[in-house]
């Protein structure tokens, strides 16, 4: 389901960066909640589309995803931040194969900080954060240093999904999801 007014709204006034997000629904019926906003000028959640599912996986994704495609049509520049769900990265490379997919930074650091250090969750803020290259690879030394294995993992998940001056195109200011 999405709003006229919100479809509109997006298409004339917001930065074309969805952030895609699903929820797990408790109670008699179950499933799952599909969430597909963007944010203001104001960093407000501004919503797009929401759908449910029997469960997160490939098929629902791909569905809620298509549904979503439909009702947008073709958008240059197309960026889609979600957390690491692998569905989810599936379905945005079949529905939308020009749009860039992105990591949400704050499921990044909360992955960092359970398998290694709270330390390098931080370092990984700024790291994440840099606008130049220079603060970029400043700062990963820095992390390099103090603790190489998280290093690896951070390189292994690809900055382009995770590092703003890596990113193809422009995440403007959005680097977190917290929509569901």
């Known amino acids: 389901m999405s709003i006229g007014a919100s479809l509109r709204g997006f298409r004339t006034c917001m930065c074309p960066v969805i ?3 699903g929820t797990h629904l408790k109670g008699r019926f179950g499933g799952t909640m599909f969430v597909a906003t963007t944010q203001d000028e104001n960093e407000q959640v501004y919503p797009i589309a929401f759908g449910y599912g029997d469960s997160e996986n490939n098929l629902s994704w791909e569905w809620f995803l298509d549904c979503l495609k439909g009702t947008l ?3 240059d520049e197309l960026v889609f931040i979600s957390d690491r769900h692998a569905s989810i990265e599936v379905g945005i490379s079949k529905v939308f194969p020009y ?3 992105t990591i949400c930074c704050w499921h990044f650091y ?4 359970k398998r290694y250090h709270r330390k390098d969750a931080v370092i990984m803020d700024k790291v994440a954060h840099a606008y130049t290259e ?5 700062h990963m030394k820095e992390l ?3 603790h190489h294995n998280t290093y690896d993992y951070v390189i292994d998940a690809g900055p382009h999904k995770w590092s ?3 990113c ?3 995440r403007y200011k959005v680097m977190t999801i917290n929509d569901a």
């Open 110 to 113: 909360k992955n960092i900080k």
């Open 164 to 166: 703003h001056v890596h």
């Open 19 to 21: 952030t895609v997000d």
């Open 73 to 75: 049509g073709h958008i």
């Open 144 to 146: 390099r240093n103090f």
């Open 168 to 170: 193809p195109e422009r």
């Open 99 to 101: 749009a860039t997919y």
């Open 134 to 138: 220079f603060e970029y690879n400043r």
